[in-house]
């Protein structure tokens, strides 16, 4: 199921998982170019993120965003990192790929092509998370480590939590090689003797096992490589193409 897109907005898609709740929670198409400002060559200064969160009307000033280093680290944000990693890399919040708030009005992001976008909400304890998912994120067990990140700093139980999952890199299109295949043995599907992972698959089993229930998962369904005309992909396009960026901020 895809997450519908903002009537009027062009460009910007809500999970209506998280619709009842006092939260906002979305992620962007190829509309919008998200990369840091330092990363969009050979002309930077797009005002991209300013747009987007117009659109949600979240204050794209306080945004914060991770270095993404595609790893399992996870960072408590707070009032004073408002800010970190808004537009720019050289402020982002460091060595970090998950984030979590507890704090209202501070939205969070990552920028993905390819890798997933993992979105966190317990309604119970209104606590939110986001993390940014490639398969050495799923292999450091991020989508896990987000799960009890929440219990161990908001007290919250697995089964409370819902969560939504971005655009990504699916198994039709995603190929790696035997040692991953191995290692994710559940999660590969053959197709013409080459190994594709089932990454939405992956990261819902890493969520399941931690006591997240499965009916608590949105997943959008949209693959990046496929729906490349509307998506950025890196597989497809390398690095210099553009990002999505997803968010989600506690009203
Ligand atoms: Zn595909």
């Known amino acids: 199921m895809e997450a ?45 993120r300013e747009l987007f969160c117009q659109g949600l009307q979240i204050p794209a000033a306080d945004l914060v965003t991770p270095e993404q280093i595609h790893s399992g680290n996870i960072i408590l944000v707070s009032e004073e990192m408002k800010g970190r990693g808004a537009f720019r890399r050289d402020n982002a919040v460091a060595r970090s790929d998950g984030m979590i708030v507890k704090e209202k009005g501070i939205p969070l992001g990552v920028q993905t092509a390819d890798c997933a976008s993992v979105i966190l909400y317990d309604p119970q304890k209104h606590a939110a998370g986001i993390a940014h998912v490639g398969w050495r994120g799923l292999y450091a067990g991020l989508p896990g480590k987000m799960v009890a990140a929440f219990t161990n700093n908001f007290l919250c139980r697995p089964k409370d939590i819902r969560v939504g999952l971005g655009p990504m ?32 698959r992956a990261i819902v089993a890493d969520l399941h096992a931690m006591g ?28 210099l193409t553009g990002r999505m960026l997803s968010v989600i901020m506690l009203r």
Request: with cysteine; glycine share 8%.
């Open 212 to 239: 997240v229930p499965k009916n608590h998962v949105e997943d959008c369904g949209v693959c990046t490589s496929c729906q490349n005309d509307r998506f950025y992909s890196y597989r497809r396009e390398g690095n």
């Open 169 to 200: 890199i699916r198994k039709c299109c995603y190929e790696v090689g035997w040692e991953m295949a191995s290692h994710f043995a559940g999660c590969v599907v053959t197709k013409k003797g080459k190994n594709h992972l089932d990454l939405s």
């Open 4 to 48: 519908a897109e903002v009537s009027n907005e062009k460009g910007i898609y809500q999970f209506q998982l998280f619709s009842s709740y006092p939260v906002v929670a979305g992620y962007s198409d190829r509309t919008f170019d998200m990369r840091f400002l330092e990363d969009q060559l050979p002309v930077p200064g797009s005002n991209d």
